[in-house]
């Protein structure tokens, strides 16, 4: 917007391309989401970014790929349980920012089908979803600490940044045209207002994001997709929508987030405790009337709501948060929304 007081980042994006109108409509209707955030990380009920907490060298946290079978998952199940508590829409990281991809990329051996597990748990998902017409997000991590070219764990200077981008768009390019329809694109991995690290920089200012690449690739192969950017500042061309990470559309609890609202659809995007990820230790779960405040808001602003889960190791579901988002469903259909 013209007349904002915030630094234009106009620059980072060229892209032409914006959904099409029946994926625009999708997003509108589909009010209420889940996000799931699962992973390598989760074998040890760990944060998502515990390779960088706890600066684990790459060749290790590597090895952990050896051991992942997660034997309870089950895609049918998570689907059914999202669909009895109402929600429409289901976002999945498919790529966190340690690289460990849960799709078998035919560009890098760090992914789920080349694990232990032997599974494409996204090619799953994107069934399930598809047989019970769940629109399917993509989250997708800018950031890959895994592989060699690109700054690594200590957000150092990329190697080859060329090869870098030139992987990220192939990957991409692999989850848009391999199952069925996407609904929307969630990108992560760039803050350029506010750092993760003081020793950001070269991710942050220093190299040009293939955005333009990016968003116009996705939107032509798959027209509907509604593509965002967790990057924190208004949005940018080839973005349809401004999303907010554990706040209210316009508000800034968090520190991080952009305190003006563009003109793009609005989405929350919330957590169930403190954190991302499935963590046994954590004893935060948020309850059902704190979740439909949030809720009420947010449709007031017409804004769309999507709440994380962390499912466990195993691949089964945290049955906390089940029932959570069980009593939610309860409590929106007492106070008239519809499901």
Partial sequence: MSDSS??????????????AEPGRARFAADQFGVSVHWGLYSQDGAKEWVRRLEMIPREIYAERAKEFRPEDFDA?????????????????TTKHHDGFCLWDSGLTDFTSAKSA??????????????ERDVALHFYFSLLDWHHPDGGGVEFG????????????????????????????MLFDG??????????????????????????????????????????????LPGEDYQV?????????????????????PLMAWMTSHGAWSWQPSRADLRNAGQLLADYVRCRKLGASY????????????????????????????DAGFAV
């Fill in 6 to 19: 915030l630094p234009s980042y106009e620059w980072a994006s060229h892209a032409t391309l914006q959904a």
């Fill in 76 to 92: 049918g199940r998570w689907l059914d349980a999202f669909c009895e508590a109402g929600a429409t829409a289901l976002m999945l």
């Fill in 117 to 130: 597990a032997r599974r494409d748990f996204v090619g799953e998902l994107a069934a399930a979803c598809h």
């Fill in 157 to 184: 200077p990329p190697r080859d940044w060329e090869a870098f981008c030139g992987f990220l768009l192939g990957q991409v390019d692999e989850l848009c045209s391999r199952y069925g329809k996407v609904a929307g």
């Fill in 190 to 235: 760039w803050w350029p207002e506010a750092k993760a690290a003081e020793d950001q920089t070269d991710v942050n200012s220093n190299v040009v994001w293939p955005l333009t690449a990016l968003y116009d690739g996705v939107h032509r192969l798959q027209p509907g997709a509604m593509i965002t950017n967790n990057h924190h500042v208004l949005p």
């Fill in 244 to 264: 907010w990470e554990i706040d209210i559309p316009g508000e800034n609890t968090q520190g991080f987030n952009c305190p003006e609202i563009g003109e793009k």
């Fill in 306 to 333: 999507f709440q994380n889960l962390g499912p466990m190791a195993s691949g089964a579901l945290n049955p906390a948060e089940v029932a959570l988002l069980r009593e939610f469903q309860r409590l929106r259909l």
